[in-house]
Nanobody, 126 residues
Framework: QVQLVESGGGLVQAGGSLRLSCAASGGTFSQHIMGWFRQAPGKEREFVSAISRNGISTYYVDSVKGRFTISRDNAKNTAYLQMNILRPEDTAVYYC???????????????????WGQGTQVTVPS
């Protein structure tokens, strides 16, 4: 059983940056694909980014490419999402998730993931 705890959310002006962290415990972190999802009010949960177990391969939804960077530190059991040039449309609750099976290239939907964090709010006022 893997427990995930996100942190780093907050309120930031458009054009600003935030770094989200996802601390994992209770499992072998390096054996899990890590993903970030977000859900804005009144909208469905949306895939944001995923990273392979060894951190070499990364994937992004088109709307964040060039602005967000996913990374992981397997020695610290932590995944990160660096978010730059934030926009009002990035406002959402951000969730990290862990998948013990499959490939990161095929992990763009929530059903691929076994474990979820509680979420952290990111607000970018318009």
């Amino acid at each position: 059983q893997v427990q995930l705890v996100e942190s780093g959310g907050g309120l930031v002006q458009a054009g600003g940056s935030l770094r989200l962290s996802c601390a994992a415990s209770g499992g072998t972190f390096s054996q899990h694909i890590m993903g970030w999802f977000r859900q804005a009010p009144g909208k469905e949960r949306e895939f944001v980014s995923a990273i392979s177990r060894n951190g070499i391969s990364t994937y992004y939804v088109d709307s964040v490419k060039g602005r967000f960077t996913i990374s992981r530190d397997n020695a610290k059991n932590t995944a990160y999402l660096q978010m730059n040039i934030l926009r009002p449309e990035d406002t959402a609750v951000y969730y990290c998730a862990a998948a013990g099976r499959g490939l990161a290239s095929a992990s763009m939907t929530g059903r691929n993931y076994d474990y979820w964090g509680q979420g952290t709010q990111v607000t970018v006022p318009s």
